[in-house]
């Protein structure tokens, strides 16, 4: 029944994400569609707060574990959000250059794909011996699995709705 829970509300993160946010497809640009930052920045606390509620769901603590956790939690959102900044930033530059993008482009795109990814694991490495603190080693871990699922969900989201390379 767990999994099931689990499974069910990071399907449901999937519903906070439309297509057109993540970059201009030639439909999206060609039928004047656009979506503006306060829009993004709205579905972005959406994706937040049920990605929490996920967390509060699947971590069971006790009260007295919810009281020392949280707010390690909401600091390392805060760190991990300045990384979904970067990337909404990357693939934005992706969609201006979609249509004409040169080698240089291209190649500078990757290295800050790389550089993103890279960025994420070290930020979870740190981030570790901190949850640690408030938690026992399995919590630690589990913590870790829930948000790195939910964050390869949504990757694979955002991964499905970009076009590839032309």
């Known amino acids: 029944m767990k999994n099931f829970a689990i499974a069910f509300a990071s399907m449901m993160l999937l519903l906070f994400i439309p297509s057109q946010v993540f970059t201009q497809q030639p439909s999206a640009a060609a039928s004047g569609q656009t979506v503006s930052e306060q829009d993004i920045q709205l579905m972005r606390s959406d994706i937040r707060s049920a990605k929490k509620q996920i967390i509060a769901a699947n971590m069971q603590l006790t009260d007295a574990q919810a009281e020392k956790f949280w707010p390690v939690y909401d600091a390392y959102t805060q760190e991990t959000t300045k990384l979904g900044d970067a990337r909404i930033t990357l693939i934005k530059d992706y969609g201006k250059a979609y249509d004409a993008m040169t080698s240089a482009q291209a190649d500078d795109l990757l290295k800050r794909m790389?550089?993103?990814?890279?960025?994420?694991?070290?930020?979870?490495?740190?981030?570790?011996?901190?949850?640690?603190?408030?938690?026992?080693?399995?919590?630690?871990?589990?913590?870790?699995?829930l948000d790195r699922r939910i964050g390869l969900i949504l990757d694979l989201q955002i991964a499905s709705e970009i076009p590839l390379v032309k």
């Open 114 to 145: 790389t550089a993103l990814d890279k960025s994420a694991a070290s930020l979870r490495e740190q981030w570790t011996p901190k949850f640690r603190t408030v938690l026992n080693g399995k919590q630690t871990a589990l913590f870790f699995q």
